[in-house]
């Protein structure tokens, strides 16, 4: 947890940590059911919120808590195209009452899928690889550089969060508590949200070659540099579009792969494009998606060049028994259905700019609202002590989100000192939901006086 030192300003705070249950501090009046997660989990448990919430039921944006509670849902960005859509669970229900087998047998709903999926990318990445997080696909992917490479040379952002593999928990600052990146591993700022599009472009670029520089002086042959391609657990930094062309140029260049990871902003959240690196018009050599994929469903995967997965695979056999199979591909294929036939990129930019809109006007009133960014209905509201835009607060990210709580929204932080709001509603987020959560964030700020 983060001190509050006002004068050395604030800790940096890994992502898990962030307005997370801290059994640490005492169970105090803890209910049975918090109780009994405690004692199976233990010190894996990562619970949200100082008091979590028991849920019980959800559908479209809205989650039902035990206590008959309703939260608007402006945090989960798996459940993507609402909570419980029925297409996919009548999907799901059907393929799992039918077959449900790994892909070690040919089946047409399977394929349907991976043709479908593999649509979805530039031509060039028609090999697709299917897993069951996130975290194994990241896994894959940096496996795949390495053999491409010749180099183990990571270059990732100073607080990115890729998963929970051993090789991924290295790659990702985020994630570290008390030890350190390994030495293959160097960092760069994410890019600043302030200044004009050439110089974010040309200062990003820059990180970047100074980061390959830094691996050599290391003796690391450089491999790849991945990035979420819209640096959600960096705080949300998603314009102007294209501004990540130049640092892409750098990694080819000298020889790198760019590894475009697509958990977060996947599948049509950033409302400009299906992909978050499609905004930034740069062509990845893997491309590495989860969360949303399935709805809840957990499935993940990636996409590739043939001749790089090819290589790959002549040294290392690759299986994964439950990823890919029918199930995973019916509720893959009723998401990618579901999107485009109700339309949700168009509303996920469309609600997207009416929240930033409405959020912007609010920041005119409230000094305490340094920035509002971000792309469709995945955006960043970034929090300061008053009048200070350099001043990061904290303190007043855990008490709105707790006061929101309160008020039946859910929400959560990212950026390094966990200052930034993170909006990531389901993209059929309707124009009464959006103002719903604009109006009780207005609320819950004035109920907060400015320290
Ligand atoms: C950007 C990013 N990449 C990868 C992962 C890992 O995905 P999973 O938890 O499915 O393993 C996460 C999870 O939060 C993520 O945010």
Redesign the pocket.
């Known amino acids: 947890m983060a001190q509050k030192n006002r004068d050395a300003g604030p800790a940096a705070r890994q992502?898990l940590d962030m307005n997370a249950f801290d059994a640490a501090a005492g169970m105090g009046a803890a209910s049975p059911s918090l109780k009994r997660r405690i004692a199976n989990v233990g010190a894996a448990a990562v619970l949200f919120y100082r008091e979590p919430i028991e849920v019980v039921s959800a559908r479209g944006s809205w989650m039902t808590a035990a206590d008959g509670k309703r939260y608007l849902d402006f945090y989960n960005n798996v459940p993507s195209v609402g909570h419980s859509h029925p297409r996919v669970v009548a999907d799901v229900t059907d393929q799992i009452a039918r077959l449900n087998i790994n892909t070690r047998y040919l089946n047409s709903v399977v394929d349907r899928y991976l043709d479908a999926l593999k649509a979805k990318f530039p031509d060039a990445l028609s090999n697709v690889v299917l897993s069951c997080?996130?975290?194994?696909?990241?896994d894959l992917a940096v496996r795949i550089a390495a053999t491409a490479s010749g180099g183990t040379g990571i270059i990732v952002t100073e607080n990115?969060?890729?998963?929970?593999t051993s090789i991924?928990s290295d790659i990702s600052p985020s994630a570290l508590k008390r030890r350190g990146l390994p030495d293959h591993v160097v960092t760069v700022a994410a890019p600043a949200h302030a200044g004009q599009r050439n110089s974010i472009e040309n200062a990003f670029a820059a990180h970047i070659e100074r980061a390959i520089a830094e691996l050599e002086r290391r003796g690391h042959k450089f491999s790849a540099f991945i990035c979420?391609s819209i640096f959600?657990?960096d705080g949300v930094y998603a314009d102007p579009p294209g501004f990540l062309r130049k640092a892409i140029d750098t990694v080819h260049k000298a020889g790198g792969l760019y590894i475009a990871?697509e958990?977060?902003p996947g599948f049509a959240r950033t409302g400009d494009a299906f992909w978050g690196f499609a905004r930034h018009d740069v062509m990845p050599d893997v491309v590495?998606m989860?969360?949303p994929m399935g709805n809840g469903f957990?499935m993940?995967g990636l996409a590739t060049r043939p001749e790089l997965l090819a290589r790959f695979c002549e040294e290392t056999g690759y299986f994964s028994t439950f990823g890919g199979n029918p199930v995973a591909a019916a509720a893959g294929m009723a998401v990618l259905e579901v999107i485009a036939e109700e339309r949700l990129q168009d509303n996920a930019l469309e609600k997207g700019a009416h929240i930033k809109a409405r959020l912007k006007d609010l920041a005119t009133k409230d000094d305490r609202i340094a920035d509002v960014r971000g792309a469709g209905l995945f955006l960043g509201i970034e929090l300061c002590r008053p009048g200070h835009a350099a001043e990061p607060d904290p303190e007043l990210a855990s008490g709105a989100i707790n006061g929101l709580k309160d008020r039946g929204v859910m929400i959560g932080a990212a950026g390094r000192f966990g200052n930034t709001l993170k909006v990531r509603p389901p993209l059929s987020l309707s124009e009464e939901e959006a103002d719903i959560f604009v109006d009780r964030l207005a609320d819950t700020l004035s109920g907060i006086p400015a320290s």
Do not use: F
Request: aromatic share 4%; charged share 15%; net charge negative.
């Open positions: 992502i997080s996130g975290s194994e696909a990241n990115a969060y890729h998963g929970n991924i979420d959600s657990s990871d958990v977060q590495t989860g969360k957990p993940a």
